[in-house]
């Protein structure tokens, strides 16, 4: 692949980690929302249904972000063994450490955000 076609599939891959992390920080801060106002109070079908919401909202968000990630790290490797490079893709490659940080943090903000939003439901 060309440097020019490598920094269009890091474009995209950023964009999707991005876009990636919308819906599950829009819906956790919603559901800390609803549980001010009464969620953790509400029937249990009702606080089953959130919590499986929750947990599908960011099963599907960790696993857009890891794809992301990894396609990531893939064109970091293309970028590297290319013979010239200009000036942003030896950028790209010098703050790639940044994509483990998307791959393994994120996912693991969620799920103790998650664990956190099941106590507060349930308990």
Same mark, same amino acid.
Request: no cysteine; hydrophobic share 55%; charged share 20%.
């Given at each position: 692949? !060309? %440097?020019?076609?490598?920094? !269009?599939?890091?474009?995209?891959?950023?964009w999707h980690i991005i876009i990636s992390q919308i819906a599950p920080t829009l819906l956790l801060t919603a559901t800390v929302g609803m549980l001010a106002a009464g969620l953790g109070d509400s029937d249990l079908p /009702?606080?089953?249904?959130?919590?499986?919401?929750?947990l599908a909202s960011g099963l599907l968000g960790a696993a857009a972000q890891i794809a992301a990630a990894n396609e990531g790290r893939a064109v970091v490797t293309e970028l590297r063994a290319l013979e010239s490079r200009s000036a942003i893709a030896d950028r790209?490659?010098?703050?790639?450490?940044?994509? %483990?940080? /998307?791959r393994v943090v994120g996912p693991a903000v969620f799920v103790l955000v998650f664990v956190a939003l099941l106590w507060a439901l349930f308990l």
């Open positions: 692949m !060309t %440097e020019s076609e490598l920094l !269009t599939h890091w474009a995209s891959a950023r /009702v606080r089953l249904a959130a919590a499986g919401i929750l790209i490659i010098a703050t790639s450490r940044g994509i %483990e940080i /998307v």
